[in-house]
């Protein structure tokens, strides 16, 4: 498969190409030439397969010809080893959960392909890959997890200190081998800042292969497509032929893999865009109008987000028709007040806990069934990470309930090593120059 820019729709690159140079020099971002419609037989049949069989079947339609079968599977196999269950909690709403990854995020999907694809296509005495990624939370676990480890690969991770959750700094912090945290005292834009200028230094450039992990990457948004494939086969299973999907969105890389999939043939009914006060996308789906904002601190870090950077691919998409992507998409948005009633409604409910992210998908489809009661379709919610990553918005009596997966324990015993630097590009050079 060749990809293009959404700057340029006539270039060409390849999936290699594509994945080592992140975002096109257009600042587009990369799109498959076309999007393989699934046959019918799989679809129809997709509760007969398991979760690694769809991921490679999917991978394989889009991308057959740029690795062999065989190692296909292999990098599927070892990057997708974990499941990712639909749980019913009442009738017609269900939540897929996609949170069982080592870094306990929806986010391990995307970063351990990606991890895996970019160590496949380094060849052998390629120089070292250095991978920067600014991390407001859940990037950096998942992309540390994701390398760690592997081959010619080295992670540098910016977080900004004090503004991440305990849980998350360990699994940034406690990693050693190829993967190194800086604790930058500034926020999580100062990160950002700071590995954007590190990819335009010439010094830097001269020294090290820069490579950045964000999730524009086309190899973080491939894989997240096939969870909702197997979402649809678990449901399938259930007798639901008829699914709403609601997805918490921020960047809008999560929600563009499951239009991904309805493009490749799934029969979504409708996709709901979730957010919190964020809401630059439901606010286009109202008024036509799409106007990005400063993004504004909310309880659901990970998606404060005010100008979506996947937005182009989903506007790519459906640029031939924007009125099916319309009709295909609703949007809501919570303030912080509804997301921690939507998380005491939830456990009040059905004794479930979910993570204030998960909360706004949960409402979102709530609402939206009560809104459009005429759609009989089965909804599942999205949970994208494990209330366990967030202790702090919850009451005692919901923490208490919150079920800490073995890995979390271990986390605890392990030692925090990170390299505290001030915002300043600078200093953040030196260390780079001088820690090669
Ligand atoms: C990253 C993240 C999101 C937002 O996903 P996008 O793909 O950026 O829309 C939602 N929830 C959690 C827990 C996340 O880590």
């Given at each position: 498969m060749k990809f293009y820019s959404t700057n340029n729709t006539s270039s060409r690159v390849s999936f290699k190409e594509a994945v080592f140079n992140s975002m096109p020099q257009d600042k587009g971002l990369y799109m498959p030439v076309t999007i393989p419609r699934l046959d019918d037989k799989?679809?129809?049949?997709?509760?007969?397969?398991?979760?690694?069989?769809?991921?490679?079947?999917?991978?394989?339609?889009l991308l057959g010809d740029d690795i062999p079968a065989d190692d296909l599977k292999t990098i599927i196999n070892d990057a997708i080893n974990f499941y990712a269950p639909i749980v019913k909690l009442e009738e017609d709403v269900y939540v897929l959960e996609l949170f069982h990854g080592p870094s306990l995020a929806f986010k391990d999907f995307g970063a351990r392909f990606m991890s895996r694809i970019m160590s496949y296509f380094l060849e052998e005495g390629e120089k070292q890959l250095d991978i920067l990624v600014a991390t407001s939370g859940d990037t950096g676990g998942a992309v540390a997890l994701g390398f760690l480890g592997v081959p010619n690969t080295r992670v540098t991770i910016l977080y900004p200190k004090g503004k991440v959750s305990d849980i998350q700094e360990l699994q940034l912090t406690t990693n050693g081998q190829n993967i190194r945290a800086l604790e930058i005292?500034?926020?999580?834009?100062?990160?950002?800042?700071?590995?954007?200028?590190?990819?335009?230094?010439?010094?830097?450039?001269?020294?090290?292969?820069?490579?950045?992990?964000?999730?524009?990457?086309?190899?973080?948004?491939?894989?997240?497509?096939?969870?909702?494939?197997?979402?649809?086969?678990?449901?399938?299973?259930?007798?639901?032929?008829?699914?709403?999907?609601?997805?918490?969105?921020?960047?809008?890389?999560?929600?563009?893999?499951?239009?991904?999939?309805?493009?490749?043939?799934?029969p979504v009914e409708q996709f709901i865009a979730a957010t919190n006060a964020n809401d630059t996308v439901p606010q286009f789906l109202k008024s036509g109008v799409y106007q990005p904002k400063p993004s504004v601190a909310t309880l659901s870090n990970a998606m404060d987000v005010g100008n979506p950077s996947n937005w182009v691919r989903i506007a790519d998409m459906f640029k031939d028709d924007m009125s099916q992507l319309n009709k295909l998409i609703t949007g809501y948005s919570f303030d912080d007040e509804e997301t921690t009633k939507a998380i005491n409604a939830v456990y009040n409910h059905y004794k479930y806990v979910v993570c204030p992210h998960t909360a706004i998908a949960w409402q979102a489809l709530k609402d939206y069934q009560q809104d459009v009661p005429t759609d009989e379709a089965a909804g599942i919610f999205l949970s994208t990470a494990h209330p366990c990553k967030f202790p702090d918005v919850f009451s005692d009596e919901i923490a208490s309930h919150i079920d800490t997966p073995a890995q979390v324990k271990e986390l605890h015993a392990k030692t925090k090593k990170s390299v505290a630097l001030g915002k300043d590009f600078e200093a953040f050079k030196d260390y780079l120059l001088n820690n090669a």
């Open positions: 799989f679809i129809n049949n997709l509760d007969s397969y398991t979760l690694p069989e769809i991921a490679f079947h999917v991978a394989q339609n005292d500034g926020t999580f834009d100062d990160c950002q800042a700071l590995v954007k200028q590190a990819f335009t230094d010439d010094e830097l450039n001269a020294k090290y292969r820069l490579t950045s992990a964000n999730s524009i990457n086309i190899a973080r948004l491939i894989p997240q497509t096939f969870y909702y494939f197997n979402a649809y086969a678990q449901a399938l299973k259930q007798g639901k032929n008829k699914i709403v999907f609601s997805v918490p969105s921020g960047n809008f890389g999560n929600i563009g893999a499951g239009l991904l999939a309805w493009k490749m043939g799934l």
